[in-house]
Structure formats: structure tokens, C-alpha cells
């Protein structure tokens, strides 16, 4: 959390939604100077050295790029349109944890714990 909240700062980032996976994490964010692909990188990096120096491993941690839909502003600025971005994201999660506990295999521990 520390990490993201200081990306968010450094690279003036609008965070409007995040949730913090098992294995990934959506944010809902507006980049106002184009930086997306920074604020991205900085953020993997960050995190991924954090979470190697905490369970004494090294190489890296995400696999590939990461992925992003494109919201146009004018958009975003009704709220329509976030909420229904939100919702999409919030149904997404209901559906995983659904299926999760339907297999028993719910896993409620740290998520940052191997």
C-alpha cells in the first residue's frame, strides 16, 4: 500500500479504485501528464523489490506487461460511466470469491505471503 500511495504522489496520479489481488491488482487511475507506462513500471519495480527482500528471493515476480483499458476523460468525468466501470470490476471479484467458495479453497491469509 505504502508503495502505490507513493507512486501515486510521485507521478501525480488520480487513483480512484484499487483492489489488491492474490496475483494482480486493477486500479481505476487518470494520468493528467501521460505516464501511465512509468507510473506502471515504477510501481512493479517497487513492488516486486519489496516483496523480494521480504521473502529472501530475487528475479522477477510479474509475468509480461501489464494490460489497461483506456476511459476516455470526457467519460470519466460522468459518473455513469465510473460506476459502471466499478461495478464491472466489483462482479468480476464476486464471481472469483463465489467460485472460491463453492471449492472450499478460499484463502482469506496475506495475500503478499507465499
Given at each position: 500500500m505504502?508503495?502505490?500511495?507513493e507512486?501515486?504522489?510521485?507521478?501525480d496520479?488520480?487513483?480512484y479504485?484499487?483492489c489488491?489481488?492474490?496475483?494482480h491488482?486493477h486500479?481505476?487511475?487518470?494520468?493528467?501528464?501521460?505516464?501511465?507506462?512509468?507510473?506502471?513500471?515504477s510501481?512493479?519495480?517497487?513492488?516486486?523489490v519489496?516483496?523480494?527482500?521480504?521473502?529472501?528471493?530475487?528475479?522477477?515476480?510479474?509475468?509480461?506487461?501489464?494490460?489497461?483499458?483506456?476511459v476516455?476523460?470526457?467519460?470519466?468525468a460522468?459518473?455513469?460511466?465510473l460506476?459502471?466501470?466499478?461495478?464491472?470490476?466489483?462482479?468480476?471479484?464476486?464471481?472469483?470469491?463465489?467460485?472460491?467458495?463453492?471449492s472450499?479453497?478460499?484463502?482469506?491469509?496475506?495475500?503478499?505471503?507465499?
Amino acid at each position: 500500500m505504502a508503495r502505490l500511495a507513493e507512486r501515486v504522489e510521485d507521478f501525480d496520479v488520480r487513483l480512484y479504485l484499487f483492489c489488491l489481488m492474490s496475483n494482480h491488482v486493477h486500479l481505476v487511475c487518470e494520468t493528467p501528464e501521460a505516464n501511465l507506462g512509468r507510473f506502471m513500471q515504477s510501481l512493479s519495480t517497487a513492488y516486486t523489490v519489496y516483496f523480494n527482500l521480504r521473502h529472501g528471493r530475487h528475479g522477477h515476480l510479474v509475468d509480461g506487461r501489464y494490460r489497461a483499458k483506456l476511459v476516455e476523460y470526457y467519460l470519466l468525468a460522468e459518473d455513469r460511466r465510473l460506476r459502471s466501470l466499478v461495478d464491472t470490476i466489483e462482479e468480476r471479484l464476486i464471481k472469483m470469491r463465489d467460485s472460491r467458495n463453492r471449492s472450499n479453497s478460499i484463502s482469506r491469509a496475506d495475500p503478499c505471503d507465499p
